[in-house]
């Protein structure tokens, strides 16, 4: 492994040296190239990537400087007579060979990082990466830890009603924490459709497909953050699923993994009203439902039903209103949120939806109801995040 | 067929309509290869502006950070439709009309094989894109699910109207098919005594293996979208992993179709570059018979590439090797082509009209897009640039200095041959230019956004991509703007452009040349004498 990354190494510092790449790495902090990454598979991958640049590179540069001269050499302006020739078996000859010699090259280097990249064997940690959405969900496997990781860019600086941040669209509520310099696994699936998991700084893309179980791997060399986003159409917020990995030293990983292991403080639930639901219920609503049902509540039916006026909304009993929450409605776009939210933030949300847009139903519904509605499912993802 | 019917034909086209039922009735029930290629010519044009102007709200949105102009669902519409109407409906058209006008006149034949079918498959096309535009009109929006239409996005997420865009995808592929069985047809029976195989101008034969690919390809995508229409409607489980489908199936067969697909594009293109470079070089075309067998390889070669465009979606690592390998060797035949065009050029006596420009800009920037397919063939680099603004541009760079130059190229160059008229040189030149520059604008800094890890098909980005998203905005409406000059340059040569020989350019070689600009209606009545 060591002898081959130098060999790369070496091969693309004597291409890049008569090639174009120079001002190109050059110019790799203002973001126009692959970022170099913090894994070997990054490294390689950005060694490769500069490889066939320079290569292209290269065989651009003649072929575009043989067209420049005969595009002034040979114009009739300058009294140029057509020759009389069209074929040259030698030269056709020529022009078959190189390119295919050039490419047996470059395929050998690309073929050594390829069986390395799908090499998953041998992992210290293994991450089950579930994307759905428009969140990832991320269960360290022999940690018993797992938690949702949304967006949380607030709506308002989408909407250009507050300045933007300097993490804009790339920033989560819960970063991916791992540590460093230890083979990290990741299995990578899908609830509903096909997402992809991204993150250039760790050369890691894998498509998540509902039905299958991709592996990739990554071995984190520097502590830092890492950014990345999904990279497969998946419906209205495909722009708003970003990823962000934060890799710590083992030490900070350790402490890391005692605090996620502490019980959870029990909520709060004493002094529930109207106000201050309302207020944390719009927040939720615009956080998890606004982007099918739409802040005014009007959807885009018949995919994503309006809310206003609904009788699921306004009508009773309310537990039809929890248990489409809770269950979703299988087959359609409607995710099923009891493994996701609080029974707090589901208490909100309802609130909030029934007494909004002018329903004033005056509904006030408490964490408590949304439990009882839990306990009286079968279904085994209904128990509390 | 005889001569008198012939000249009252070109009566009824000389003075413009007499009423308008009779001008409907002439172009709705002609089967002169002429008019049909005209009209999808036309209808091409015409969806070229709707298409454009789609990318250009597309870009328009872009342009800043944030939401502005467009929910994410609208966007993803005009995503997806941006998609379908660019490949489907204008690209493949125009050179279905170059096709319809030329390959008779090339063959020296009077008509296309199967004058009947020629006017269904194009108003079956026309019917289609009514269908296909109106699925945005309708409830639940219009397909949101990108062009590739990967289930389950497009099946249990998918709006109601993906019904009727899979009903459209069936019209488009019967158009298609129908379409390639008469160019079949008409190169194989058509050709007049002495055209042999070998013979062929490079235009006919790229178009004949098209014609092939096409059929090859057209029913696989008509499979695989009534599988999601029965997924969809009667309770199937093709593609649903929950009922034992399988999701990766439908990727498998929509790239065996999408793949060769963006060589049915480019290939009759390759055809009008290898016209129009000699033309102006006043010089053979060098090495055309291993044009003909880079041609054959490139099409042959297409059919087993397609899961290059699935790298990260979990294929097993011998598949990766062979699909990496199979990839990259599409290089030596297309690299072929370049050179021998390059070649064409070296010691001839070249001159710079309009046409000769289009081919020049395209083999340098078609190029360039080789270079960037060629980097993406690379698997392992491939995981960085899949789905990212980089592979944005180098299917750009194919299609649009790729494909759009060498069909204005064509266009450029039998425009006097089929009206009589010549097209005005300054404004010609004027629209180059100015493509070349907003071409180069608008898909250039596409790279670098997709190295520096911008998804493609998002309609809001983070901040540190808004400069290259500016310059790109700019870029395509400087590109579609662009457009009008070509539009009026081309009403302003049929109505009133200078009268031409039927030589029109002095370099120019094979049988249209040999015919009157405008040509009669029905080309060759008696075989021409082939040297």
Redesign the interface.
């Known amino acids: 492994m060591k002898s081959r990354k130098s060999n790369l190494s070496y091969l693309q510092q004597s291409l890049t040296g008569i090639g174009m790449s120079m001002p190109i790495s050059a110019m790799a902090e203002w ?5 170099k990454g913090v894994t070997p ?2 490294r ?2 950005y060694d ?2 500069m490889l ?2 320079a290569i ?2 290269g ?2 540069l003649i ?2 400087s ?2 420049i001269f ?2 002034f050499r ?4 300058r009294g ?9 078996s030698t ?2 000859n020529i ?2 060979v190189t ?2 010699l050039i ?1 047996v090259a ?2 050998i280097p ?2 050594l ?3 390395d ?2 090499d998953e064997s041998n992992a210290d940690i293994t991450i089950k990466i579930t994307g759905s959405q428009w969140q990832w969900h991320y269960a360290y496997l022999d940690k018993d830890i797992e938690f949702y990781s949304r967006l949380s860019t607030p709506t308002e ?4 009603k507050a300045k ?1 941040g ?5 920033e989560v509520d819960k970063p991916l924490v791992l540590p460093v310099n230890q083979k990290v696994r990741f299995l990578v699936t899908s609830d ?3 997402h ?1 998991w ?1 993150v ?1 700084e760790l ?5 998540a ?4 179980i ?2 990739s791997w990554a071995k984190i060399l520097e502590p830092g953050i890492y ?14 699923m970003p990823i962000v990995v934060k890799a710590v030293t083992e030490q900070e990983f350790t402490q890391w993994l005692a605090q996620q292991n502490k019980p959870r403080l029990t909520e709060q639930t004493d002094d529930w009203k109207m106000d201050t639901e309302m207020r944390a219920g719009r927040e939720h609503y615009m956080r998890y439902c606004a ?1 099918c049902h739409q802040e005014d509540g009007s959807g ?5 039903p309006a809310l206003t006026n609904s009788s699921v909304v306004v009508g009773k009993p309310i537990s039809r209103h929890i248990d489409l929450v809770l269950q979703g409605v299988p ?3 409607m995710p099923a949120f009891a493994g996701q939210l609080s029974n707090a933030e589901i208490a909100a949300i309802i609130t909030y939806e029934r007494n909004a847009w002018d329903h004033d139903t005056g509904d006030l519904i408490t964490p408590e109801q949304v439990q009882m509605r839990r306990l009286k499912t079968s279904d085994t993802r209904a128990t509390q995040p | 067929m005889n001569m008198q019917s012939d000249s009252i034909t070109e009566q009824a086209k000389e003075d413009a309509p007499k009423g308008i039922s009779s001008f409907l009735k002439h172009w709705v029930f002609t089967t002169n290869h002429k008019d049909i290629g005209t009209l999808y010519l036309c209808l091409s044009f015409m969806m070229f502006f709707v298409g454009g102007a789609m990318a250009l709200v597309l870009r328009a949105e872009l342009f800043i950070p944030g939401l502005q102009l467009v929910s994410p669902n609208f966007y993803n519409v005009l995503v997806t439709m941006h998609g379908l109407i660019m490949l489907l409906t204008v690209i493949m058209p125009v050179a279905v009309g170059l096709a319809n006008w030329q390959i008779p006149m090339m063959i020296g034949a009077p008509d296309m094989a199967l004058p009947r079918l020629n006017n269904m498959s194009f108003w079956i096309l026309v019917f289609a894109i009514l269908l296909l535009g109106s699925t945005i009109f309708m409830d639940g929006g219009g397909p949101n699910f990108g062009w590739t239409m990967y289930v389950p996005l497009s099946t249990s997420f998918g709006p109601p109207s993906t019904d009727f865009l899979i009903f459209s995808v069936h019209m488009l592929g019967i158009s298609s098919i129908l379409g390639s069985i008469n160019i079949i047809a008409t190169i194989i029976n058509m050709r007049a005594p002495g055209m042999t195989w070998m013979k062929l101008p490079m235009f006919v034969w790229t178009w004949l293996v098209t014609a092939f690919l096409l059929l090859t390809i057209m029913p696989v995508l008509a499979g695989a979208v009534t599988m999601m229409l029965a997924d969809r409607n009667f309770g199937t489980s093709f593609f649903n992993s929950a009922g034992g489908g399988d999701p990766l199936l439908f990727q498998h067969l929509f790239w065996f179709f999408g793949h060769p697909e963006v060589y049915v594009l480019i290939l009759p293109a390759f055809g009008v570059i290898s016209q129009v470079i000699p033309t102006f070089s006043r010089k053979k075309l060098f090495g055309y018979n291993r044009m003909v067998v880079a041609t054959l390889s490139i099409a042959f070669l297409s059919l087993t590439v397609w899961a290059h465009h699935m790298f990260t979606s979990g294929l097993p690592l011998a598949a990766e090797i062979y699909f990496m390998y199979a990839t990259m060797l599409i290089a030596i035949p297309t690299g072929i082509k370049i050179f021998n065009w390059l070649a064409t050029m070296y010691r001839g006596s070249i001159t710079f009209e309009t046409p000769m420009l289009f081919a020049v800009g395209f083999i340098v920037m078609f190029t360039f897009g080789g270079f960037t397919g060629i980097m993406m063939s690379i698997a392992p680099s491939d995981f960085q640039y899949q789905d990212s603004y980089f592979i944005v541009g180098h299917f750009h760079y194919v299609l649009v200095p790729g494909a759009v130059f060498a069909y204005m190229a064509g266009i450029y160059y039998w425009l006097p041959k089929w009206c009589g008229r010549m097209y005005s040189e300054t404004l010609g030149q004027w629209h180059f230019w100015l493509m070349v520059i907003a071409t180069n604008l608008t898909f250039f800094p596409m790279h670098f956004l997709g190295l520096a890890g911008m998804p493609r098909r998002i309609p809001d980005y983070a901040l540190q991509f808004t400069n290259f998203n500016m310059i790109v905005t700019v870029g395509a409406f400087i590109f579609g703007f662009s457009q009008l000059i070509f539009l009026y340059n081309v009403v302003r040569t049929i109505k009133r452009g200078s009268r031409t020989t039927a030589q029109v350019w002095d370099g120019a070689e094979g049988l249209e040349w040999t015919l009157s600009s405008p040509p009669p209606h029905h080309s060759f009545q008696t075989p021409p004498d082939i040297k």
């Open positions: 973001g126009i190239n692959l970022p598979v990054s390689d991958i490769l990537h066939t640049m292209c590179a065989i651009g072929v575009y043989f067209l005969i595009l040979y114009r009739r302006s140029a007579k057509p020759a009389d020739f069209d074929n040259n030269l056709e022009w078959t390119p295919f490419l470059m395929a690309s073929t990082v390829l069986i990249m799908e600086q989408i909407h250009g933007k300097e993490w804009y669209l790339l509903d459709v096909i992809s991204w250039p050369g890691v893309k894998r498509d497909i509902p039905g299958y991709h592996e950014r990345g986003q999904c990279a497969e159409l998946c419906g209205i917020d495909h722009a708003f982007a885009n039916p018949p995919l994503f087959g359609s776009a």
